[in-house]
């Protein structure tokens, strides 16, 4: 069983190809019907399989991780997604796939893991807190939280975050 997962009956294992479609079929309502199945390639699913997770209940996918290991720093990992079944928020599933992720991660001698965020999405800057990521300081803030202005190009602020393992 995966450690802190509350229904007992989900699992994780690694991604597929296979699991593209269902994904980005169900992905803009996951992010509150924000678009963002532009930001997730299939590639994630063919060529970082080994460092990218779905949770499943009952055949039903109700949660994906996509992530991998730096091909620049050898110490460092990097996740890209997390997405969770809004019915099936608040029951440690996105905390298992973190967990999972980092276990992938240190079994690769990563020491390291790093993400990113929209300053709007007040409720991932919650979660990542709630793990235990810091949050990278900038000169910029929105609400309170440091942006790093542009980060993903024109307009696209970002709040970065980073773990040590
Ligand atoms: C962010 C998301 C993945 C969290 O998944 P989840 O399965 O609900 O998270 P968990 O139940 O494992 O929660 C882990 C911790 O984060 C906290 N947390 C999760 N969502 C939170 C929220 N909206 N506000 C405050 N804290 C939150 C939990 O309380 C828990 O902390 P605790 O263990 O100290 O009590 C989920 O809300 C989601 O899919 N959001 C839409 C997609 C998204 O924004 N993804 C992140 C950006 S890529």
Same mark, same amino acid.
């Given at each position: 069983m995966d450690q802190g997962i509350r229904p007992p009956s989900i699992t994780l294992r690694l991604a597929d190809p296979d699991d593209y479609d269902p994904i980005i079929k169900v992905m803009d309502d996951w992010w509150g019907? &924000? &678009?963002?199945?532009?930001?997730? $390639?299939k590639l994630f699913f063919t060529h970082f399989r080994d460092t990218s997770l779905i949770a499943v209940m009952d055949a039903e996918r109700v949660g994906f991780l996509t992530g991998f290991l730096s091909c620049s720093y050898s110490d460092e990992s990097y996740i890209h997604f997390v997405g969770v079944h809004p019915e099936f928020r608040k029951q440690g599933i996105g905390r298992a796939l973190y967990q999972r992720f980092f276990r992938i991660s240190e079994q690769n001698g990563r020491k390291v893991v790093r993400c990113v965020t929209s300053p709007i999405n007040k409720s991932s800057i919650a979660f990542h807190q709630h793990m235990g990521f810091q949050i990278i300081p900038s000169k910029d803030e929105f609400e309170g939280v440091p942006v790093h202005r542009g980060?993903?190009? $024109?307009?696209?602020d970002r709040v970065l975050f980073l773990i040590n393992l």
């Open positions: 019907g &924000r &678009r963002m199945t532009i930001m997730m $390639p980060y993903d190009g $024109p307009g696209e």
